[in-house]
């Protein structure tokens, strides 16, 4: 058997080992999760953090617009924790941590469905320069907002099933 044939065996073995214990695709034609697009109108949260959030869940479930069947209350906060590096060269580590919770009402039922935080952290460099340090903390908080929406997508996706279904 060739190393490639090997390889595609394995593979299969793999995929059928994932059938057996019930695993299904989150994004399946006539499920939960598909069902979601654009279904879900999310608040905008006054900032540029809150414009990318809401921009990255938008693109992943579309506008809701004003006659969707969920509204999603998302909440924005950010902590810095200074490291000092060098100080001769005024180099600070900062570590940047933040969070999104999220409260989906069902509008049909006037109930919140489903709710979730979710933590995670960057961290970025400072130095003598503000336009650089500006940048920098710009940079490091666009990527966290980033983080954040990907894995409130996963989770809202992953657990629709059991919320929107």
Known sequence: MSLSDRRTFLAGLGLLGLGACGFQPVLKAG????GLQGQIRFNLIESRAGFVLLEKLEKA????????RFQAKTELNFEEQE?????????????????????ITDTTKDAIVFEDKIRDVVSFTTSAETAVTIASQQDAKDRLVGVLAERLILQLNATAESWAG
């Open 31 to 34: 499920g939960a999760a598909r």
């Open 83 to 103: 490291l000092v590096l060098i100080a001769a060269t005024s180099l600070t580590r900062v570590t940047l941590f933040g969070g999104v919770k999220v409260a």
């Open 61 to 68: 479930f579309g506008d809701g617009g004003l006659n969707a």
